[in-house]
Each structure stands twice: as C-alpha cells, then as structure tokens.
Nanobody, 117 residues
Framework: QVQLVESGGGLVQPGGSLRLSCAAS????????MTWYRQTPGKERDLVARITSDGGITNYADSVKGRFTISRDNSKNTVYLQMNSLKPEDTAVYYC??????????WGQGTQVTVSS
C-alpha cells in the first residue's frame, strides 16, 4: 500500500522559513519523480516543485523560484521542500505526490502552511 506522509507545516511569519518532508512507503521510491503541489480553498492544486528520480533535474513554479528548494534522500525514501523568504501568498495546503504510470497519481494527506504576522 502506497503511503505519502507530509510533515513540517505550520505557522510562520513573512520572511521566515519552513522545511517540509514527505516520507514515502509501499513503492520503490528511487524509481520515480516526486512533486510538491499546493492548494488554497476554491482553487486548483498547483505544481510547486518537481524532482527526478535521481535528483538530477528539478523544476519550480515561477512564483517560488529562488526561494524554494526541492531535494530528496533515496536512502530515506523522503523528499523535502525547503521554503525560504515565505510570503503570505505561499499560504496553502502542501501535498506530496508520486506519479507511477500507468497508475493514477498518488497523494499525501497534505500539510498546512500559513504565512502570517
């Protein structure tokens, strides 16, 4: 059974930092690209950052480039999202995701990030 468990969310002041983690189990983590998404109420889930199976290629949404860093540790079956210089507009539920074709995308339960003074 695939499990993706996010952690590390919380309340932070503007300009602050958080590090999200996503622990994966139930599949061969090192084979697959991993992606972080985020969603605010009433809006679609948007891609934030993506990292290839070996960590060699990363992609970011324009809104987070230069502030967020995605990384992974295949020995720990974990993907991370380091978020710096946080802004109120980064407030969202952040989801970890794996796509293992031809299966539907797998999702974690999400972790709330709130940026507010």
């Amino acid at each position: 059974q695939v499990q993706l468990v996010e952690s590390g969310g919380g309340l932070v002041q503007p300009g602050g930092s958080l590090r999200l983690s996503c622990a994966a189990s139930g599949f061969t983590f090192s084979y697959y690209t991993m992606t972080w998404y985020r969603q605010t109420p009433g809006k679609e889930r948007d891609l934030v950052a993506r990292i290839t199976s070996d960590g060699g290629i990363t992609n970011y949404a324009d809104s987070v480039k230069g502030r967020f860093t995605i990384s992974r540790d295949n020995s720990k079956n974990t993907v991370y999202l380091q978020m710096n210089s946080l802004k109120p507009e980064d407030t969202a539920v952040y989801y970890c995701s794996a796509l293992r074709p031809p299966r539907p995308r797998d999702w974690g339960q999400g972790t709330q990030v709130t940026v507010s003074s």
